[in-house]
């Protein structure tokens, strides 16, 4: 493989305005780590909710905690 990779693309212009490729390059990844680190925060709550249900005394609530826990595992 002799290919040269031309990371001088990501320092040009992108033809909208004066916005180099870079910057959407940063842009994106800043928001993967928001989204990211919103739907661990999500998955976590909704999993410790679950998680308790399975505990409780009661049968219904230890019922569903179980179903759900069953189905994602």
């Not at 410790?48 to 905690?65: D, E, Q, S, V, W």
């Amino acid at each position: 493989m002799n290919y040269s990779w031309n990371w001088g693309v990501l320092f040009e212009q992108t033809g909208i305005g004066n916005e180099l490729y870079i910057h959407w390059m940063i842009t994106g990844l800043g928001w993967l780590l928001l989204i990211g680190s919103i739907a661990w925060v999500i998955a976590m709550v909704v999993g410790t909710i679950f998680g308790i249900m399975r505990t409780l005394p009661n049968k219904t609530a230890r019922a569903i905690g179980t179903a759900y826990v069953t189905f994602f595992s």
